[in-house]
């Protein structure tokens, strides 16, 4: 099955700075890379997601871009704010248009604690 | 405004009992996902549903039961808790939208069980 490794586990930035989070996927089959915000006590939601036929895509100050060759994708956040700090979970899985009868599934890093400092 | 609700938000059980977690959705999504969330582990997926009457095993299946009978809710069973199944549990559906995105899943607040 798929595996997706996430680094780094905690990541601390001054207001202003940027912040990249980086993952790696082990199923090259994966066409479909979220990132999740996760806020305290509540539940994922997502912020930027990006297809494997697509090498980057940007939303603000938010872009996400993705090696296929590789088997990895990053996060990157600019201008950081102190409510960017949250835990961020990038994902793996595959779309319905990929076929087979296993889609949707979600296989999430192990999450990254990002805290700005204003 | 649609959305996906969890109840109850927080329980406490003890070691043997069964316990189960409701999830109900109003976006009319087809695809339903219970996750557990653990410290170093990320969400990992317990069960899913493509549709009434569909349900699959997922990564972490072993002493979880889910059902679908209507295309709203995808209750969480433990059949019999375990100390092992003390973790927070989301909830997620997903669908084709009026916006053509049928690959975002909306999560649930969440449930913090907890088995002593």
Not at chain 1, 15 to 26: H, L, M, P, Q, R
Not at chain 1, 55 to 69: C, F, M
Not at chain 2, 81 to 97: E, I, N
């Amino acid at each position: 099955g798929e595996n997706v490794e996430q680094h780094p586990s905690t990541l601390s930035v001054q207001e202003g700075d940027s912040a990249v989070i980086k993952c790696t996927y082990s199923d090259s089959a994966s066409n479909y890379f979220p990132w999740y915000k996760q806020e305290l006590g509540k539940g994922p939601q997502l912020i930027i997601d990006i297809r494997s036929n697509v090498g980057e895509k940007k939303d603000q100050r938010i872009a996400v871009t993705l090696n296929k060759t590789a088997k990895h994708f990053s996060l990157h956040i600019t201008e950081t704010q102190p409510e960017d700090s949250a835990v961020y979970f990038c994902a793996a899985s595959l779309t319905p248009e990929a076929g087979g009868t296993s889609y949707g599934k979600l296989t999430f890093g192990q999450g990254t604690i990002l805290t700005v400092h204003p | 405004d649609a959305e996906i609700t969890q109840s109850p938000r927080h329980k406490i059980t003890e070691t043997g009992r069964q316990v189960t977690l409701a999830c109900h959705q109003t976006w009319n999504h087809n695809n339903m996902f219970w996750y557990r969330q653990d410290l170093g582990h990320g969400l990992r997926l317990i069960h899913y549903s493509y549709g009434v009457q569909d349900t699959n095993k997922g990564e972490v299946s072993d002493g979880y039961s889910v059902s679908r009978s209507n295309t709203e809710d995808l209750p969480l069973t433990l059949e019999s808790a375990a100390s092992s199944q003390t973790s927070v549990y989301f909830c997620a559906s997903s669908g084709p939208t009026t916006s053509g995105r049928s690959n975002e899943q909306f999560f649930g607040p969440g449930t913090r069980l907890t088995v002593l």
